[in-house]
């Protein structure tokens, strides 16, 4: 299948990146989201993102334009489903709004096309299974900031077909990106191995084995880690991190994933990071 229109859902922190790198790499783009604002929004830090990369000489302002003038803005979410070859979901996390929109995606999608999902703990065999076409549902896990990180982690469902899963891989690598493949299973692999980390940091802070500067300048100088756990924590939302190891707990009910104490304490005092302006550290 040769892929020309891609239609993300979504235009936050995630989907904004999504039709950046794909307008960028020549692919006509729908950016779909329920809230003008959000689209506004979306297109003024996709713009402010392209003007940054002019600066630096990485492309021309005609570059800039063009790929500008390949996004298209909408909110009407069956019509962008409707002409588009490869359908790349990144709403909120939730598992009900994530099913309405793929029941109504497959439902005006055209046959061929490919839905995928930029979930980081969902089951894409779950969401799949919403759908008429689940050998066509795949999830397509990119990283944030999207124009920068170089990883895709391309999550086969039970019923993914092979097909469809070199059709991602193949367009993973025209956005510039890495595809790596793995299987569904709660947290995938990124987040598996990473959200134990972050929990047992969390661990470390909450039994006074040592302040948040000093277990990230551990990890920072003694293993090479470019960001500390618990800097990386409030980057991510500490919100975020605690749905993430419930999910992980939930899926494999394995006591090791169960969410520090400390981590359930903050969320519910509101201090999530970045997000709020505090978490592990205070941001002004
Ligand atoms: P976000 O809150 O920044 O953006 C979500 C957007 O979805 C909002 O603009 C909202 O208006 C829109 N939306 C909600 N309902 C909609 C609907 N019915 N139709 C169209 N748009 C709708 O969220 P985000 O951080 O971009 O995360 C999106 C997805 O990406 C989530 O599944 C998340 O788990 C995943 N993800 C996030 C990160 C990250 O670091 N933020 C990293 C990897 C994956």
């Known amino acids: 299948m040769t892929v020309k229109h891609i239609s993300v859902i979504g235009a936050g922190t995630?989907?904004?990146?999504?039709?950046?790198?794909?307008?960028?790499?020549?692919?006509?783009?729908?950016?779909?989201?329920?809230?003008?604002?959000?689209?506004?929004?979306?297109?003024?830090?996709?713009?402010?993102?392209?003007?940054?990369?002019?600066?630096?000489?990485?492309?021309?302002?005609?570059?800039?334009?063009?790929?500008?003038?390949r996004i298209s803005l909408e909110t009407d979410l069956t019509k962008a489903a409707s002409n588009a070859d490869v359908i790349i979901e990144a709403v909120n996390e939730n598992f009900d709004l994530k099913k309405k929109i793929f029941q109504t995606i497959d439902e005006h999608a055209p046959e061929h096309a490919i839905l995928a999902s930029n979930t980081s703990s969902i089951s894409i065999t779950k969401l799949a299974a919403v759908t008429s076409r689940p050998q066509s549902v795949i999830g397509m896990h990119f990283f944030n900031p999207v124009p920068v990180m170089k990883l895709v982690e391309i999550v086969s469902g039970l019923e993914t077909s092979s097909k469809v899963t070199a059709t991602i891989e193949e367009l993973s690598r025209k956005l510039g990106k890495t595809p790596v493949p793995v299987n569904d299973f709660p947290g995938f692999v990124s987040n598996r191995v990473l959200m134990p980390m972050i929990n047992e940091a969390i661990f470390c802070v909450h039994e006074g084995v040592g302040t948040p500067e000093h277990i990230d300048e551990v990890m920072k100088l003694g293993m090479a880690h470019p960001m500390g756990p618990l800097r990386l924590a409030?980057?991510?939302?500490?919100?975020?991190?605690?749905?993430?190891l419930n999910v992980l707990y939930d899926g494999f009910k394995d006591p090791k994933y169960r969410p520090c104490p400390l981590l359930i304490k903050m969320v519910d005092a509101g201090k999530l990071g970045d997000k709020t302006g505090k978490g592990f550290y205070e941001y002004h």
């Open 14 to 69: 995630m989907g904004n990146g999504i039709a950046h790198v794909s307008a960028q790499a020549g692919f006509e783009v729908s950016l779909v989201d329920i809230s003008d604002e959000a689209l506004k929004k979306a297109y003024a830090a996709i713009e402010k993102n392209l003007g940054r990369m002019v600066a630096k000489e990485k492309i021309t302002e005609s570059q800039k334009s063009e790929t500008l003038g």
């Open 234 to 244: 409030d980057f991510i939302g500490l919100d975020v991190c605690l749905d993430i």
